[in-house]
C-alpha cells in the first residue's frame, strides 16, 4: 500500500443529508452574522451543540454503541477538516477505541469508519431533536452502561 492510498484526509466529507442534520444541531454556521435574521441567530444560539466536531463525536459514538454505520453514498459535503477533528480532545479515546473493536490498519481507516459510524448516529440525534426539541444526554450516556 502506497502511502498516498493510506494518507488521512484533508476534509470529513459526509452524506449531503448528515451536512443539513450537523447544521440543523450545530451553533456553527458559515454564513456572516450580518446576514442573518435576528431570530435565526436566537434560534442558533439554542442548538445543542456548539460545533461541528461536538455532534460528529457523539453521532460517531451513537453509531459504534449501536453498531450501526451507513457507507456515505451520493452526494458529499464538506464537514470539517479532520484537523479540527484531530485536535480535539475526543479525538485520541475514539481513535483508540476503535482501534481496539475493530480490525482497522491505519489512520485513515479509523476516520473512514469512525464517520461511518457518525453517518448512523448523527440521524438518531436529528430523530430525536425534531421530536423532543432536545437531547437527552444522561439517556445516551445510560446506554454505554
Same mark, same amino acid.
Given at each position: 500500500m502506497s502511502s498516498r492510498e493510506s494518507a488521512i484526509p484533508?476534509?470529513?466529507h459526509v452524506s =449531503?443529508?448528515?451536512f443539513r442534520m450537523y447544521s440543523s444541531l450545530s451553533r456553527r454556521t458559515n454564513r456572516p452574522e450580518s446576514d442573518e435574521e435576528e431570530g435565526e441567530r436566537i434560534e442558533?444560539?439554542? =442548538?445543542?451543540?456548539?460545533d461541528y466536531e461536538q455532534a460528529f463525536f457523539l453521532a460517531a459514538a451513537l453509531g459504534i454503541i449501536d453498531g450501526s454505520k451507513m457507507k456515505i453514498e451520493g452526494d458529499k459535503e464538506q464537514l470539517l477538516r479532520t484537523e479540527f477533528l484531530k485536535n480535539d480532545d475526543n479525538y485520541k479515546p475514539m481513535r483508540q477505541l476503535i482501534r481496539s473493536k475493530y480490525d482497522v490498519k491505519d489512520d485513515r481507516e479509523v476516520l473512514e469508519l469512525m464517520t461511518e459510524f457518525a453517518e448512523h448516529g448523527i440521524r438518531e440525534l436529528h430523530a430525536t431533536y425534531q421530536k423532543t426539541n432536545s437531547i437527552?444526554?444522561?439517556?445516551?450516556?445510560?446506554?454505554?452502561?
Open positions: 484533508a476534509i470529513i =449531503r443529508d448528515a442558533r444560539k439554542q =442548538r445543542p451543540f456548539k437527552d444526554f444522561f439517556q445516551i450516556a445510560e446506554r454505554v452502561e
